[in-house]
């Protein structure tokens, strides 16, 4: 199975700061159609997951600009520009192009 | 505006099984691909399998190939999710999620216990 490892996995920011997470995959994402099925998902408290970037960089309808998805092959990035308090919760990064689909350990952001 | 609402949550004896559903509004449910996920307590997220109801074909992860069962009624736009041979270990929450999980259920709690 493909190892999605993700860091740091807690992050503390200040409110209106940036916040970026790391997701290294243990195989190239890349699809043999030149697609990367690499998804960020984000879990509030209490709720189920929320995807936000599907395709590495695509965002989800209703997701504030201020979050982006960036990478290619195994390297991936989840950047939140200026981190709201409403941002906190548990990120997940997800590969679906290696058969069983596999998440990132999760990164939990809290506001210092 | 597609939906996936779960059923209830699950109270379950060490040994049992249990079954799981979710049923999709507001789209074409044969079109789509449908994902299982579940989420012990305090822990992250583990992918279980997957099913594509236009096919009528069902994926577990190795993990799980022995004791689970994905299903699909057309009928009645709804996919299920069983599990046997539950042990305390099987507690968690599990989601249904469209394929690629742009829209999730609200989760099912499933507690296996004495």
């Known amino acids: 199975d493909v190892v999605m490892t993700q860091s740091p996995l807690s992050l503390s920011v200040t409110l209106g700061q940036p916040a970026s997470i790391s997701c290294t995959s243990s195989?190239?994402?890349?699809?043999?159609?030149?697609?990367?099925?690499l998804y960020w998902f984000q879990q509030r408290p209490g709720q189920s997951p929320r995807r936000l970037i599907y395709?590495?960089?695509n965002r989800d309808s209703g997701v504030p600009d201020r979050f982006s998805g960036s990478g290619s092959g195994t390297d991936f990035t989840l950047k939140i520009s200026r981190v709201e308090a409403e941002d906190v919760g548990v990120y997940y990064c997800m590969q679906g192009t290696h058969w069983p689909e596999t998440f990132g350990q999760g990164t939990k952001l809290e506001i210092k | 505006q597609v939906q996936l609402v779960q059923s209830g949550a699950e109270v379950k004896k060490p040994g049992s099984s249990v079954k799981v559903s979710c049923k999709v509004s507001?789209?074409?449910?044969?079109?789509?691909?449908f994902s299982w996920v579940r989420q012990a307590p305090g822990q992250g997220l583990e992918w279980m399998g997957g099913?594509?109801?236009?096919?009528?074909?069902?994926n577990s992860a190795q993990k799980f190939q022995d004791r689970v069962t994905l299903t699909a009624d057309k009928s009645k736009n709804t996919v299920y999710m069983e599990m046997s041979s539950l042990t305390s270990e099987d507690t968690a929450v599990y989601y249904c999620?469209?394929?690629?999980?742009?829209?999730w259920g609200q989760g099912t709690l499933v507690i296996v216990s004495s």
């Open positions: 507001g789209g074409n449910f044969s079109s789509f691909a």
């Open positions: 999620a469209r394929g690629g999980g742009v829209v």
């Open positions: 195989q190239s994402l890349l699809y043999s159609d030149g697609t990367t099925h």
């Open positions: 395709k590495v960089s």
């Open positions: 099913i594509i109801p236009f096919f009528g074909s069902a």
